[in-house]
C-alpha cells in the first residue's frame, strides 16, 4: 500500500538535545497528523496540521503543514527521557467520509544515546 | 472514561486457520477503523465501518472481513491466514466516518505459524 516517506527512520538523542524529523509524499494531502507509539501502545495523536504553511506547537513540539502539501515536519526543542518512542506522521487525502483513511510513513525511532 | 478497547491482546494461529478480533470505541465515537501494523512499518489501513456498514476499503484481500454492531463495538475476521498476517491489529475510534482525529487502541498481536 501506499507509504509516505519519513526520515530519518532512526536517530538517537541526548537530554536537552532538539530533534528534528520530516515527511514528504509525492500526492497532495489535506491534512497532515504526528503520532507517537510507544512499545505495547497504540499510536497517540501529537499534533494535527488543516492548512498548507500552518505551524502549530504543542508544549515542546512544533510541526509545520508544508506549503506544497506535500511534506511536513516536527520538531522537539529540548528532548527528555520520555520523548524516546516511535513517531509517525499520517496525511489525510481528502475531506469527509469518502477519503476518510489516513496514510502513515514507516516512523522515525528515537532513541537515548548510549 | 475508557478508551479503546482490543480483545484478544495476543494470540496464536496457524496457516489456514481463522481469527476474530473485537474492539470497543471510545465512549461517544461511533466510527471504527481497523489498520494492520507489521513489524517496523507504519499502520496500513484496512477498512472503516460507519452506520454498522464498511464505508471504506484499503488494499486488503476479501479474506479481510469484519463487522459492526448497532453499540459501535466492531469485530475484524481473517480467513485462511497466510504467514504474512502476523501483524499488529489496531482499531481506532472516531465520531464520524470522515474524522482525523483518531483514537488508538493497544492492538492485538496475532502471530501466524
Known amino acids: 500500500g501506499q507509504q509516505l516517506n519519513q526520515s530519518p527512520q532512526s536517530m538517537f538523542i541526548q537530554e536537552g538535545e532538539d530533534v528534528s524529523m520530516n515527511c514528504t509524499s509525492s500526492?497532495?494531502?489535506?491534512?497532515w497528523l504526528w503520532y507517537k507509539q510507544d512499545p505495547g501502545e497504540g499510536p497517540v495523536l501529537l499534533i494535527a496540521?488543516?492548512?498548507?504553511?500552518e505551524l502549530t506547537s504543542n508544549g515542546r513540539l512544533t510541526a509545520q503543514f508544508g506549503i506544497t502539501r506535500k511534506d511536513s515536519f516536527l520538531n522537539i526543542s529540548a528532548s527528555i527521557p520520555s520523548d524516546v518512542g516511535i513517531y509517525f506522521c499520517a496525511g489525510q487525502l481528502g475531506y469527509g467520509g469518502s477519503q476518510g483513511n489516513l496514510i502513515f510513513g514507516k516512523g522515525t525511532k528515537l532513541s537515548v544515546k548510549p | 472514561d475508557a478508551g479503546v478497547t482490543q480483545s484478544p491482546t495476543h494470540l496464536i494461529k496457524t496457516r489456514g486457520q481463522q481469527v476474530t478480533l473485537r474492539c470497543s470505541p471510545k465512549?461517544?465515537?461511533?466510527?471504527v477503523s481497523w489498520y494492520q501494523q507489521a513489524l517496523g512499518q507504519g499502520p496500513q489501513f484496512i477498512f472503516q465501518?460507519?452506520?454498522?456498514?464498511?464505508?471504506q476499503r484499503g488494499n486488503f484481500p476479501d479474506r479481510f472481513s469484519g463487522h459492526q454492531f448497532p453499540n459501535y463495538s466492531s469485530e475484524l475476521n481473517v480467513n485462511a491466514l497466510l504467514l504474512g498476517d502476523s501483524a499488529l491489529y489496531l482499531c481506532?475510534?472516531?465520531?464520524?466516518?470522515?474524522?482525523?482525529?483518531?483514537?488508538f487502541g493497544a492492538g492485538s498481536r496475532l502471530t501466524v505459524l
Open positions: 481506532a475510534s472516531s465520531l464520524g466516518a470522515g474524522a482525523n482525529v483518531l483514537t
Open positions: 465501518y460507519y452506520e454498522e456498514e464498511e464505508r
Open positions: 465512549s461517544g465515537h461511533d466510527t
Open positions: 496540521l488543516y492548512k498548507a504553511g
Open positions: 500526492s497532495i494531502f489535506n491534512t
